[in-house]
C-alpha cells in the first residue's frame, strides 16, 4: 500500500484526522483539490462570517448611541474597507492552516479524489494528469457546498449565495433572504445592521425550525422590531425580475404575495460534497446524499471512516475535529498501529449557537426533542428583561432556559437567547460536562452584575423542585 492512511479533504476535519494519524505513526497523505487551501470553516465559513457581523455589531452600536445619551454623527459604511479587514484576517488563518497542510509531516496532494474501490483512489491532479493512490484505511472529510434551490424562474432572475455576501463591497439598499436557518439570520442580520432593507422568506412556520419554537419566535421578534421582514410557514412559486427589481413570488396561509429587491440571497442550507468521490465503487452507503456512519466515524465499508459535513450530525468545527481525531485514531486501531477500544463520538452535549443578534445557542436536549421522546423533564427559565446588566446594557430581548431530570435534577439541556449567548453557553456547557445538576449550578458564585449570573435563577428554581 502507498498509505496507511488517506484524507480526502483538508478542512478542519481533514486536518485533524491527518494531525492525528501522524502523531499514532501512519503513513498519511491528504488530498485536497480546492482553489485554496484552508477549508470552509476558515475560508468561506465561521471566520470570514463572523468578522463581517463584528463590522456589523459595531455599526448597530453607533447607530443606537442616543439611547445611551450620546451623540454619534455623519454615520458611513466604507464597504471595501470591511471586506479588506475580512481578508487580511482571513489571509492570516489561512495561511497558518497552509502552513500546516505544507509542514511535511505527511504528503499534500492537490487534486480531487474519486474511489475505484475501497482501497484505491483516482486522483485528478491540480496541474494535470491522473495518480492512483492506495490506501488501506481513508477518511472522507470533504465538507458542504451550497445546496441548490429549484425555484422557477431563479437562476434567469439571478441571486447570491453566502459566499458572494463574503466579498459583497456594495451593500445592496433591498435584499430579500430565502431561508431561516442559521446561515440566512446571520447574513440577514449583517445586511441590516449596515442599513440593507432586509426580508426573510422561511419554508417553516419558524425560523430556526431545528431549535425550540420559543427561541425562534424572540428572534423573530426582535428582527421585527429592527425593521426586518420576515414571513414564516410559505410555499415558494416563482422569481422574477422587474425592471426596477428582483421578486419573489410565494404563498402563506393560502394567500399569494410577493415581495420585491434589489438583491436576492438564496440561504437554503448546505448539503454534503459526496456526488463526485465515486462512493459506489467504494461500497460506502449514503443517506440523501450524506454519509452514513457509526459513532466510530466508521461507514459501511470496514476500512473508510467519514468526519465533519460529510456526514454530520450538526455542522459544526469542534464536532468536525473531534470526529477527524475519532476516524484517525480508530483507523489506527483497525490496522493494528495502536491498542486500545475504539473510540465513539458522544453528542450528548450538542452545542450550537448563531450569531445573530439577539444570539442564540443551545447544549443538550431540547424541549421539542424530550417532548417527541416522551421523557419527562423539569425546566425554568428567566427573561433578560428582569435582568440587571442586560438592562443597563439595553439588550433586554430573549431568556435562558435550563432543563433538568424531574428526579434527580441531572442537566438535560440549556438554551439562551440573548445578549452573548454563543458565550453564555459555556457556563452550561461545563456544568453538563461533567454531569452536573440543578443544585451544582446554583451553588456557583457569580460575581454581580455579570450577565452569566442569569443562570442562576432558573438553577435556584430547578433546585427547589428538587429539594
Not at 479587514?85 to 488563518?93: E, H
Not at 413570488?249 to 465515486?278: C, M, N, W, Y
Not at 416522551?374 to 443597563?392: A, N, R
Request: proline content about 4%; hydrophobic content about 40%.
Amino acid at each position: 500500500m502507498d498509505f496507511d492512511f488517506v484524507v480526502i479533504g483538508g478542512g478542519s476535519a481533514g486536518y485533524a484526522a491527518a494531525r492525528t494519524a501522524v502523531d499514532l505513526g501512519l503513513k498519511t497523505a491528504v488530498i485536497d483539490g480546492a482553489d485554496e487551501l484552508g477549508g470552509l470553516c476558515i475560508l468561506r465559513g465561521c471566520m470570514p462570517s463572523k468578522t463581517l457581523i463584528e463590522s456589523g455589531n459595531r455599526f448597530r452600536t453607533l447607530r443606537r448611541a442616543k439611547e445611551f445619551g450620546l451623540r454619534a454623527g455623519n454615520l458611513e459604511v466604507h464597504g471595501p474597507e470591511i471586506i479588506a479587514r475580512k481578508r487580511r484576517l482571513i489571509d492570516d488563518f489561512a495561511s497558518y492552516r497552509q502552513e500546516q497542510l505544507q509542514s511535511g509531516k505527511f504528503e499534500l496532494i492537490r487534486g480531487r479524489a474519486k474511489y475505484r474501490s475501497p482501497t484505491q483512489l483516482e486522483v485528478e491532479l491540480k496541474d494535470g494528469g491522473i495518480r492512483e493512490v492506495n490506501a488501506a484505511t481513508s477518511v472522507i472529510a470533504t465538507g458542504s457546498v451550497v445546496s441548490r434551490l429549484d425555484l422557477p424562474g431563479l437562476d434567469e432572475t439571478g441571486y447570491l449565495i453566502s459566499d458572494d455576501v463574503l466579498d459583497l463591497a456594495e451593500i445592496p439598499k433591498s435584499i430579500i433572504v430565502l431561508g431561516g436557518g442559521p446561515i440566512a439570520l446571520e447574513m440577514a442580520h449583517y445586511l441590516e445592521a449596515l442599513g440593507s432593507k432586509v426580508t426573510v422568506i422561511q419554508r417553516s412556520p419558524n425560523v430556526l425550525s431545528s431549535m425550540d419554537g420559543d427561541l425562534a419566535e424572540v428572534v423573530e421578534s426582535a428582527f421585527r422590531e429592527r425593521g426586518l421582514e420576515v414571513y414564516t410557514g410559505t410555499k415558494l412559486t416563482k422569481a422574477e425580475t422587474k425592471s426596477d427589481g428582483k421578486v419573489i413570488h410565494f404563498e402563506q396561509d393560502g394567500e399569494a404575495k410577493s415581495v420585491e429587491a434589489e438583491q436576492i440571497l438564496q440561504a437554503l442550507g448546505r448539503s454534503p460534497a459526496t456526488a463526485s468521490l465515486g462512493l459506489e465503487a467504494a461500497g460506502v452507503a449514503t443517506n440523501r446524499g450524506r454519509v452514513s456512519v457509526e459513532a466510530t466515524q466508521e461507514t459501511s465499508a470496514p476500512n473508510i471512516f467519514a468526519a465533519g459535513d460529510v456526514c454530520g450530525p450538526l455542522e459544526v468545527v469542534h464536532l468536525a475535529i473531534e470526529q477527524g481525531e475519532t476516524a484517525a485514531f480508530n483507523a489506527a486501531l483497525h490496522l493494528e498501529k495502536t491498542e486500545g477500544i475504539a473510540k465513539k463520538m458522544d453528542y450528548r452535549l450538542q452545542l450550537f449557537g448563531v450569531f445573530t443578534e439577539p444570539q442564540v445557542a443551545s447544549v443538550g436536549l431540547s424541549e421539542k426533542e424530550l417532548k417527541t421522546a416522551g421523557t419527562p423533564y423539569d425546566v425554568e427559565s428567566y427573561p433578560f428583561d428582569d435582568h440587571g446588566k442586560s438592562m443597563v446594557m439595553g439588550e433586554t430581548h430573549g431568556f435562558v432556559k435550563l432543563i433538568a431530570e424531574p428526579e434527580t435534577g441531572k442537566l438535560l439541556g440549556g438554551s439562551v437567547v440573548g445578549p452573548e449567548a454563543v458565550d453564555l453557553i459555556h457556563e452550561v456547557v461545563v456544568a453538563m460536562h461533567f454531569n452536573g445538576t440543578s443544585t451544582d449550578l446554583a451553588r456557583v458564585p457569580h460575581y454581580h452584575p455579570t450577565l452569566s449570573e442569569i443562570w442562576t435563577y432558573p438553577a435556584e428554581e430547578l433546585a427547589e423542585k428538587l429539594a
